[in-house]
């Protein structure tokens, strides 16, 4: 088994950064594959940023391409999405979630296995 616990969330004006942290524990062979979703009030969750396997490779959404960078500290087992230029649309419950590694996926919610909690970003205008 997975366990993944975000932390990071929080308020922030318009224009700020944060950085959110997935740390994850157990089983962590099984989290190759490592994404980031938000799910906004009243909408549906989507993807947001993913990262893959030991060379790295990254994707991001059109709408945080530019704005968002994923990383990955292995040693720690922990994936991070620095958010810069936040604006009050990112608003949203982050989540983190992973799997074992796979070559096209990780850009929907059914490819994951194991999800965290979430954290909330408020991004105030």
């Known amino acids: 088994q997975v366990q993944l616990v975000e932390s990071g969330g929080g308020l922030v004006q318009a224009g700020g950064s944060l950085r959110l942290s997935c740390a994850a524990s157990g089983r962590t062979s099984s989290t190759s594959v490592t994404g980031w979703f938000r799910q906004a009030p009243g909408k549906e969750r989507e993807f947001v940023a993913v990262i893959k396997g030991s060379s790295g490779e990254t994707a991001y959404a059109d709408s945080v391409k530019g704005r968002f960078t994923i990383s990955r500290d292995n040693i720690k087992n922990t994936v991070y999405l620095q958010m810069n230029s936040l604006q009050p649309e990112d608003t949203a419950v982050y989540y983190c979630?992973?799997?074992?590694?796979?070559?096209?996926?990780?850009?929907?919610?059914?490819?994951?296995?194991?999800w965290g909690q979430g954290t909330q970003v408020t991004v105030s205008s």
């Open positions: 979630a992973a799997r074992t590694y796979c070559s096209v996926c990780g850009f929907t919610d059914s490819d994951y296995f194991y």
